[in-house]
């Protein structure tokens, strides 16, 4: 094989080239939705090895780096981190130099210590670095409480006192599965729930957006009828100047949320306002006001400027001291995250409407430690929102719980974030660089996707002992009883696409699941929440069955839950799921029902097949699940799109699905989808107001008198408690 420097793209891969790539976790071949074996081009595998800072130019550079990679375990005392489950039996892999004695010892989360022991035994031996090293292979107790602990590793030469060498290993504790439980008594151990996207639902009092006010009358509402959560669109923060990102699936940090869902009067400060500047407040909210009944569009720009001009007003108020130690409490815990996120906001509105120097982009640079003391007031400021977002979201959940709910919010995590966001600035370190995640070809899409979000790369995941992973789900968990995790595959593998290339030019990179699943339920675990993957799409069928063993709920979706050509029987769904009719990548039910997706799809120019032929597809499927209900009576033969829709949901409770999701949209009678994939500009993607049949706009203040979603709610309500009944739960 040549060791030229440039390769072209269907030149030979070289064993070595396969080995190292295979090495860090990198698919070399891989099945494709339609069923065909792939191998992965040799340009593909060096482009990811190299975002993973492995040079692979020559034959030398390859040998060198696999040398590199097995001898990076024996040059570590002890590894960085280490996941495991409760009560299993584990080992530490310990490497010592020759001449050296070596002391263990676990420093517990609640500070206590424990030594451990070095058990008798014929180390392997290996020379590293022209010296040689000893392989101890040490027993990690299987008592330990689940938790953070660190083991501690302490090197010294024989005969010596002084320690010449030291190490931590994280080690993470984790529970070996969740439990669902905690739910209302009388529904036979299951639950439902509504869905919403918040931003689309508000309020006559909202500011052109929903918002956190919007979510605690919400969650009453539906915790009074029965449910017991409420899922809602990713609220992460998006960005702090200019243009604002629609899609909550892009934004720029997924640690902290979008100050856009505060609601300014309710920050306690506004109460206490001089007549002059609550004024102020007024007039900005009057700005927007009368956008609330817009059902065409959302605009986020518009209300995030009349919002940070009151907030503004309100930053400024004198706060008490009970207050002012509260914030000081909140920006104490959230430490140098929060502060780095609040940098990158106040950066980002000092040099909006300019060109940026190259040096604001590095979160490192001498330009950005100046910054940092330069703009300390808007840092306080961007802070300052965080702090009354998080309060805000945390009376919601209490709204939720007093309303009955025994979950609560359940929040959404988006796959990953903006490339110029806060967390790919503030982390960098994190993510691998010249690289985008999205997925291969399928028959949705024939050429693949391509999210523009950069992936995090595995390694530096071990090496940070998953810190951003746990940070990241505390910081959701917080104020909320459950989380659902959107393409929870990207924590097993993620389609990883090169620079340049188009979407079926990637390749799979596969994480530690065990090590990301554990970080995941034990933070679950210690917040008492439930945990809700989205495993939908090409999923290799094991993974479901390990998700299902960790206590972690999948997803099913009526429409494309299929089986020998015919709709999946309830009876044969999985129990650990989230059952719903429709998702926010599909029109609301009433749409699907008139085929909206495949007018709205023809007129954008999306169809690779004849219009024609789509729709009769389409209408086909309709019919099918139509016969269906009419064959289990929830049906007549002349049925009304309401009742279809209330017998569609009544078709799915009949499953043994633990939880249950009824989306809003499907409850007032709305036609219009929130998100159509595969458009950029050609649809108006997350900007669509909820709105009946008939495009009036529904606010909060409408539902508890709106009969379709009484009726609907009240359906659903009495079904779960009838199914329950009858199975005598």
Known sequence: MSSDATRPEDEHRSPSLVSLAQGFGISTEYYSFFGDLVQVPAATLRSVLSAMGVATFTDAQIDQALLERDLAPWRALVPPSLVIREASPVQVLVHVADKHDVTLGIELEDGSHRELAIPDQEPQQRDVDGGAVWRLVVEVPQDLPLGWHAIVAQQRKQGDVGVDRDARCVLAVTPTSLEVGNLRPGYGGRGWGLMAQLYSVRSKASWGIGDFADLADLVDIGGNRGAD????????????????????????????????????????????????????VEWSHHSVRE?????????????????????EVLFKAPKSAARQRSYDEFVSR??????????????????????????????????????????AERVTFYSWLQWVADEQLGAA???ALAAGMRIGVMHDLAVGVHPEGSDAWSLRRMYAPGISVGAPPDMYNQQGQDWSQPPWRPDALAREAYAPLRDMIRGLLRNAGALRIDHIIGLFRLWWIPAGSGPDAGTYVRYDHEAMIGVLALEAHRAGAVVIGEDLGNVEPWVRDYLSSRGILGTSVLWFENEDGRPRPPEHYRHLVLATVNTHDLPPTAGYLAGEHVDLRARLGLLTEPVEQVRAEADHERNVMLNVLRERQLIGDHPTEREIVEALHLFLIASDSVLFGVALVDAVGERRAQNQPGTFREYPNWQIPLADSAENAVLVDDLADLSRFGSLTRAVDEAMRRVAAERGA
């Open 229 to 280: 959560f409420l899922l809602i669109n990713p609220i992460h923060a998006g960005e702090a100047a200019g243009h604002i990102e629609p899609s909550p699936y892009l934004p720029a940090t997924r640690r902290f949320v979008s100050p856009l869902y505060i609601r300014p009067e309710d920050i306690r400060e506004a109460a206490y306002l001089p007549s002059s500047q609550r004024a102020l």
């Open 397 to 399: 959940q209490k709204a």
């Open 334 to 375: 959230e430490g140098r995250a929060l502060a780095d996120f609040a940098l990158w906001c106040a950066i980002a509105e000092h040099f909006e409407g300019t060109i940026a120097p190259a040096e604001a982009a590095d979160s490192a640079s001498p330009l950005v430690a100046s910054l940092r003391t330069e703009l």
């Open 291 to 311: 956008s609330n009944t817009d059902a065409e569009r959302i605009d986020r720009d518009a209300a995030w400027a009349a919002k940070k001009a009151a907030l």
